[in-house]
């Protein structure tokens, strides 16, 4: 499920919420509640997995940059909304999967980790971090 679709979700169930809880109790409750995302592995293993082109029609940072700028999206709109608290899981090194050795395999016929997908996690690591600086700084 797509992070627009699960906003949309997000957004639907707090509606339904504030018409049974009313607003001072939804406000309290979204006010508390910790948003934990977890980022990357979808947004660059998916690409690989289906032969997109995706990431042929951007550099490597543009595409992490691209990926940051739809959290950073997400996490505001969800912050107009009432949420304070927010936490982003560390990407793990995905050029080590079983899915990407496998990959690099097919692909190059050597073993290993495919160092673009460490790379691209690296990246995604470095820009989150500053992410919720930027964002800290702003609210």
Request: one cysteine or more.
């Amino acid at each position: 499920m797509g992070l627009k679709t699960q906003l949309r979700n997000f957004k639907n169930m707090e509606k339904q919420l504030r018409k049974k809880l009313g607003a001072s109790e939804i406000k309290t409750l979204l006010s508390t509640a910790v948003y934990m995302f977890s980022i990357g592995s979808n947004d660059y293993l998916v690409p690989f997995i289906t032969n997109s082109t995706l990431l042929q029609s951007y550099s490597k940072k543009e595409y992490v940059k691209m990926v940051i700028g739809n959290i950073t999206t997400v996490i505001q709109e969800i912050y107009k909304i009432g949420g304070r608290k927010f936490g982003l899981s560390k990407l793990i090194p995905l050029g080590c999967f079983p899915f990407s050795r496998a990959q690099k395999l097919s692909s190059t016929g050597g073993s290993g980790c495919m160092e673009q997908f460490t790379l691209l996690a690296n990246y995604t690591i470095e820009h989150s971090l500053k992410l919720l600086k930027s964002l800290r700084r702003a609210n």
